[in-house]
């Protein structure tokens, strides 16, 4: 029901800043939690942040707490992931996933929808 578009991943140095974007499809938009993934080499995919349909709750991995925002606009159908102070170890694909806002907090119950993935590098 959803098609994802990554957009914004790129080279840049550590301390830096990159602004990532994610198109969706529909007009239902606001019925969809969204999230954020990244995948290093060697290592799992793992969540880095999260939004619900409305936008009013946010969650982030502790690793980017303070660093990382993520953000939606429901008249636009996008959510982006606004990336500060940049670190090497930040280097992964990011990753854009949807599912149902109804299953936010149900564990167990992963994301539907994803897209291609952004390859984002930040150099020392």
């Known amino acids: 029901q959803v098609q994802l578009v990554e957009s914004g991943g790129g080279l840049v140095q550590a301390g830096g800043s990159l602004r990532l974007s994610c198109a969706a499809s529909?007009?239902?938009?606001?019925?969809?939690?969204m999230g954020w993934f990244r995948q290093a080499p060697g290592k799992e995919r793992e969540i880095v942040a999260a939004?619900?349909?409305?936008?009013?709750?946010?969650s982030y991995a502790d690793s980017v707490k303070g660093r990382f925002t993520i953000s939606r606009d429901n008249a636009k159908n996008t959510v982006s992931l606004q990336m500060n102070n940049l670190k090497p170890e930040d280097t992964a694909v990011y990753y854009c996933?949807?599912?149902?806002?109804?299953?936010?907090?149900?564990?167990?119950?992963?994301?539907?929808?994803w897209g291609q993935g952004t390859q984002v590098t930040v150099s020392s």
């Open positions: 529909g007009r239902t938009f606001s019925a969809y939690a």
């Open positions: 939004i619900r349909g409305s936008g009013t709750i946010r």
């Open positions: 996933a949807a599912k149902s806002d109804a299953y936010y907090y149900t564990s167990g119950r992963g994301y539907d929808y």
